[in-house]
């Protein structure tokens, strides 16, 4: 039950009426960029969908049909469990196995591709990308989407005028961090305007923000599904006057409708049911709470028998559209993705610097560190075995430390580019190398602090061939460990990836260390499990830069005997003839 109290009420009213001035008709007139828009009518009938592990024995929806128009603002409404995610997700295309049903797009069967271009999902979860304004998030975004089929100067002025409407444009220059909850949903919404695309699809949109918030992003969209959009919208428990702006309602429970149609029309058709929603009382609480099963299974029941009857769908009175969007807006072209990409990875990266500052001075303490251990060693032959140690120090620094933030962070970064993928910002595989180049250069920095650290410290031969291999032997341990990670953090939660990422890299240690200090041949198996590890390989690459092709070397006076002053006695006691 919904109970406002009075000295509120007259500041909720103030605000609301604010919220309509937000729409005057000077601002009417400014949208030109939101208001081009073609009609898109989505129609499904008898969708039915179970979960591979549970495929017969429990069905998520189970043959429901409806019917959303454009110029519509539709909202799906149930308890928890109901299902209003899992059709969001069906009919956004974010799922497209084990369904059984048709899903029409103006009155034509759905082309799943076809349709993923004309439409765009605002998930849930309102990530943004970080270190960037509203304006720079939202130039990026023009870039990736509109490419060079416009000009900057559209683009610009599309961009103007979706924050304007958004009420964005005075926080224009605020980085996406600072962002207040409301603000955050407005501006994934108006991420996805820039293509002005005319089927949006949001998942709970309200959730995490006030009433007031609520509100304003409900009349918000509602405005531009009468610029012609067909918006879909699953909610949870909207308010009464969140509820009342819904053009149409779809309420479903336990994966069955209950009731299609108005906003206006779900009190008397409880009443045609002889069910009586209490005076005063927030009709979407009260649907909710039945569907729910509060007031008992028979009127959930009733409700289902009689929505077919009562509320049968209708053929939509429009003539049918093809789709033309492909030859309006044709694919960005790949390198054009990759180069917006780079900048917008780069100006991310050269704002983050307590993150590179922090990662500086891990390097230079992990130098000092380590070199104050193996303190000049590289030309004392009583200290070559020692020495190996150091190589071997270096390859765990260069296992650990590149893999270690990636671990912590990526698995957030996939989740904005799961939703920027799906809604066609750019392919993934200009992600990809967009990433790795902005990566490389940063890994290589970091790394040449720390080598040229201790390689000097350790006193280290300062020969121009030995250098080089010693350093790229390293830069290449250095890609591996961060590929490696970015394996499992493609995969697995933040969690499991910190769990998962150093367990897997114990087997690649001991494997790689097999035959050390053991002159006898190993059995076959073991021998290809050793080289399956890179480890292996890089270890022996920088013993080979330090002492291959490398006459013997001196040793202290005081040293009797020095074993391992010869090259060859330590290339002997890893097993390898150089």
């Known amino acids: 039950m919904e109970v406002i109290p009075e000295n509120n009420a007259k500041r909720i009213n103030d605000q609301h009426d604010d919220i309509k001035n937000a729409f005057s008709d000077n601002d009417s007139a400014r949208m030109s960029h939101l208001s081009k828009m073609t009609a898109v009518d989505i129609e499904f009938n008898d969708l039915m969908y179970s979960p591979g592990s549970r495929k017969g024995s429990n069905l998520i929806l189970k043959g429901i049909s409806g019917q959303f128009k454009s110029g519509e603002l539709t909202a799906i409404l149930g308890p928890s469990g109901a299902g209003k995610s899992t059709l969001l997700n069906i009919l956004a295309g974010y799922k497209c196995t084990e369904i059984n049903g048709t899903v029409n797009i103006n009155g034509q ?248 500052h922090l990662k500086i001075v891990l390097h230079v303490f992990l130098g000092l560190v380590i070199g104050g251990l193996f303190f000049n060693m590289g030309n004392d032959g009583s200290k070559a075995l020692f020495n190996f140690g150091f190589c071997f120090a270096c390859i765990i620094v260069f296992l650990y430390i590149p893999m270690l933030p990636v671990l912590l962070t990526y698995p957030g970064q996939i989740l904005l580019m799961k939703r920027e993928h799906f809604n066609r910002w750019y392919n993934i595989s200009a992600y990809y190398w967009a990433l790795t180049v902005v990566n490389i250069p940063q890994q290589i920095l970091l790394a040449v602090i720390y080598l040229t650290m201790v390689y000097l410290i350790t006193g280290q031969p300062l020969e121009w061939q030995r250098c080089s291999m010693f350093f790229s032997t390293c830069f290449l341990c250095t890609f591996i460990s961060e590929s490696i990670a970015h394996s499992i953090a493609s995969t697995l939660n933040v969690v499991n990836s910190i769990f998962f990422g150093p367990v897997i890299t114990c087997p690649l240690i001991l494997i790689a260390m097999q035959n050390f200090g053991d002159p006898t041949p190993l059995p076959i198996y073991r021998t290809l499990l050793m080289y399956m590890s890179y480890i292996r390989y890089g270890l022996e690459a920088l013993i080979a830069a330090i002492y291959g092709d490398r006459k013997k070397l001196p040793c202290p006076l005081e040293e009797i005997y020095c074993h391992f002053s010869s090259p060859v006695e330590i290339f002997r006691i890893i097993g390898k003839d150089f």
Not at 128 to 148: C, H, N, S
């Open 109 to 356: 069967p759905r082309d799943i591709n076809e349709f993923k271009k004309m439409s765009c999902y605002i998930m849930q979860q309102d990530l943004v990308q970080p270190k960037l304004t509203i304006l720079e998030a939202m130039t990026f975004a023009a870039d990736l989407k509109l490419g060079k089929r416009k000009s900057q100067f559209e683009k610009s002025t599309a961009i103007n005028e979706i924050l304007n409407i958004l009420r964005l444009w005075k926080s224009r220059n605020t980085f996406t961090e600072n962002l207040s909850g409301g603000e955050r949903k407005r501006l994934m919404i108006a991420l996805e305007l820039v293509n002005n695309p005319p089927v949006i699809f949001l998942d709970e949109p309200t959730t995490g923000v006030d009433e007031l918030s609520s509100l304003q992003c409900i009349e918000l969209l509602r405005t531009l599904a009468h610029f012609g959009r067909t918006i879909i919208c699953s909610i949870h428990t909207p308010s009464a006057r969140t509820f009342k702006k819904f053009d149409n309602i779809y309420v479903i429970t336990n994966g069955q409708c209950i009731y299609r149609g108005t906003a206006s029309g779900l009190v008397p058709y409880m009443q045609s049911i002889d069910i009586e929603c209490p005076k005063h009382y927030n009709p979407a609480d009260f649907v909710v709470e039945i569907s729910s099963g509060e007031y008992g299974s028979d009127l959930i029941e009733r409700m289902i028998t009689c929505v077919e009857t009562k509320l049968p769908i209708l053929p939509i009175d429009r003539s049918r559209q093809m789709f033309e969007l492909e030859k309006k807006n044709p694919n960005i072209f790949w390198f054009d993705q990759f180069n917006v990409l780079i900048k917008r990875m780069m100006t991310q990266l050269f704002r983050d610097t307590y993150n590179m």
